[in-house]
Structure formats: structure tokens, C-alpha cells
């Protein structure tokens, strides 16, 4: 695998909408041919701020407003790629994305393979996704499993803002479309579970210390968060940060693996972390049946069973519609997880 590869300037504190902001604005400064679009990222820099000053410093042919057309914004990005451009299109939700399905399974996807390599498609499809802000069913959902069935599409979640920058510049970088969830809930910190217990900026953590320069971290390497003996915790986006909060809670010598991509999968740090644990445990916000965990389970299933003392266990959302009062009970939270942690440590 890949390392990271890091630039040599200064280091800055910044919130993951900065990180963001800032690994678009290096793309568009390094590369002519990269362009942002979406509605409402141009004069008003976007409904979370993430591409906020980008069209007053690069002009409105590299930074513009589109319709509110999700097919027309991903269809025309795969015409840009195409065409030899680096398109960066934001889906302003990611319950949005639904429209410009066919645009992404039918064209870009298959563009490469359809022409002999004749052409690609260097687009990466930038949205927020899962709940957190009360935004009901139309704002709120988790629909990432979707676009790792579909082949020749990458998809990725960062938990972080310097792995957000590092792996944003990477997937405009790529030369095959990338899907680019960003979990909006932990946009200005990152968030432990705890409804009573207030979201910690992220200047207080180390994951906000973020090279000012370019810098990326390649596509398909997961990351060791903290290293344990007793059970392998798999998660991505917000419930990284649960899953962390709710092992320190219990005291489980429990390692923790932050996914980053979910694909390219980095299945070699899921193997030999369940081969030295022995027991292994998926966390996502999404619903449980197809959600991403069953794939991981599988896996883990076929190339770990004689290493597994205890079956898989997943905690996931509800396979209910998104609920928007009852949100808090929706998402996988403390309980839940501690209750399925006891579990698997009996079996």
C-alpha cells in the first residue's frame, strides 16, 4: 500500500469545512482544468460554506451555480471529464444524489471500460451525508452502500479534517469517478454519542493539525486508530468517533479501525487485525440490511473463519424511513454499542 505523502509547509487548526475549503482551493490552484460546480457553491460558497471565496479568487468559469438538477450537474461533469477537465460537482445532500443515479452507473462508471480506455472520468461527486442537524428524511441519509455495488466507482468518508483534505486531493487527483461522503454532522467537531454532552471544537484535537500545503493520502488504506488485543471495532465518518468514545468508556482493550475509503476496501488491516483479535465488530449509521457492514461481515467471514471466537457483530440504524424526532434513538449510540461489546466478549 501506499503511504501518505505530505507536503513541507506550515500546520493549521481547522475544522473539517476548512479542510475541505482548502483542498479545493490547492486542486484549483494547481490544475487548471479542475472545476467546482453544484448549486448555490459559487456567490453564496455553499450551503455548509465549504467552497466559501473559491469563485471571488478563481472566477465564475472555475467556481459556478448550476441549476437544481442533480442529473444535469452529474451528467454534464461526466461530459467535463470526459473531455479531458477535472470536475468536483457538489451534491448539496447526499438524499439529493438520487436523480443523477443513471448518470453515475450508466456513464461514469462505465466510461473507461465501454471505451477501451479511451476516455475516463476524473469527477469526484462531493455531498454531506447522514443526519446530525435534524433535517429529516430528505437531509439525513446514509446511502454509501449503494455506490460500493456499483463497479468503477470509488467511494469515500473521511472522519477528519486532515484525512478529509488528504483524501480529497487524492480523489480529484484520480483518474476513475469518486464518490466523496462527508459526514456533515461532525463538520465543526467531532461528536462521541452523548446527546448531553456537547460537540468539542476540533482545535482540541490532533486531527485538526492540518498541512496548509498540498499534501494527500491515497485511496484504499485504512487507518489503525488505536491498537487492541481483545476485539476489532471497523467503522467510518461520525461513528469513528462514537466507536472511540464508547470503548474508552468501557475499558475494552478494543482496536479501533477507521476505514477511510470503502472502496478500494483495504481488506489486509481488516484481516490481520481479526486474525490477532479474534472478534470483530461493524459500526455504521446507515440501515442494516445491505448496509456496508454486511459486506464487511462477509468478508471478514471468509477470510477469518478459522481465527473468529465470536460471530461478527454489526450495529447499524434502523431499517425503518430516516425519523426526524426520533433521531438520537436512530443513530448507533452508547447503549447499543456497549450492549453488542458485552455481547461479543461472552461469546
Known amino acids: 500500500m501506499m503511504a501518505e505523502v505530505e507536503g513541507k509547509s506550515g500546520v493549521k487548526s481547522m475544522n473539517m469545512i476548512e479542510a475541505i475549503n ?44 448550476t441549476p437544481i438538477s442533480e442529473c444535469g450537474i452529474i451528467g454534464v461533469g461526466v461530459g467535463m ?35 477501451a480506455e479511451d476516455y475516463v472520468c476524473p469527477m469526484t461527486v462531493r455531498s454531506p451525508f447522514g443526519g446530525g442537524i435534524f433535517g429529516g428524511q430528505t437531509h439525513s441519509q446514509s446511502p454509501e452502500s449503494m455506490f460500493t455495488h456499483i463497479c468503477g466507482i470509488k467511494t469515500v468518508i473521511p472522519s477528519s479534517p486532515h484525512d478529509a483534505k488528504g483524501l480529497l486531493i487524492a480523489a480529484i487527483e484520480d483518474n476513475d469517478p469518486v464518490v466523496f461522503f462527508e459526514p456533515k454532522r461532525i463538520y465543526n467537531g467531532p461528536f462521541s454519542g452523548y446527546y448531553d454532552r ?9 486531527d485538526s493539525q492540518v498541512p496548509e500545503d498540498y499534501y494527500r493520502i491515497d485511496l484504499g ?97 434502523f431499517d425503518t424511513p430516516y425519523p426526524h424526532s426520533l433521531e438520537w434513538a436512530y443513530f448507533p449510540g452508547p447503549i447499543r454499542i456497549g450492549q ?8
Open 340 to 347: 453488542a461489546l458485552e455481547k461479543i466478549m461472552k461469546e
Open 221 to 317: 488504506k485504512a487507518k489503525i486508530l488505536r491498537e487492541g488485543e481483545a476485539l476489532t471495532v471497523l467503522a467510518y465518518g461520525t461513528m469513528v468517533h462514537v466507536a472511540q468514545a464508547v470503548v474508552a468508556e468501557v475499558g475494552i482493550d478494543a482496536e479501533i479501525i477507521d476505514l477511510r475509503t470503502l472502496l478500494p476496501l483495504d481488506i489486509e488491516t481488516i484481516e490481520k487485525s481479526v486474525e490477532k483479535t479474534g472478534r470483530c465488530m461493524v459500526i455504521h449509521e446507515a440501515t442494516r440490511t445491505s448496509g456496508f457492514g454486511a459486506e464487511i461481515a462477509a468478508l471478514v467471514q471468509e477470510r477469518c473463519f478459522y481465527h473468529l471466537e465470536a460471530p461478527v457483530e454489526r450495529v447499524t440504524g
Open 22 to 65: 482548502s483542498a479545493l482551493d490547492i486542486m484549483l490552484k494547481r490544475d487548471e482544468n479542475t472545476v467546482i460546480m453544484g448549486e448555490d457553491v459559487g456567490y453564496f460558497g455553499g450551503v455548509f460554506r465549504a467552497t466559501a471565496g473559491l469563485q471571488e479568487k478563481y472566477g465564475k468559469t472555475r467556481v459556478f451555480d
Open 198 to 206: 456537547p460537540v468539542e471544537p476540533w482545535s482540541k484535537h490532533e
Open 81 to 115: 471529464a470526459a473531455y479531458g477537465l477535472r470536475p468536483v460537482p457538489e451534491i448539496q445532500f447526499a438524499d439529493y444524489i438520487y436523480p443523477g443515479l443513471d448518470q453515475l452507473v450508466s456513464e461514469a462508471a462505465r466510461i473507461r471500460y465501454r471505451s
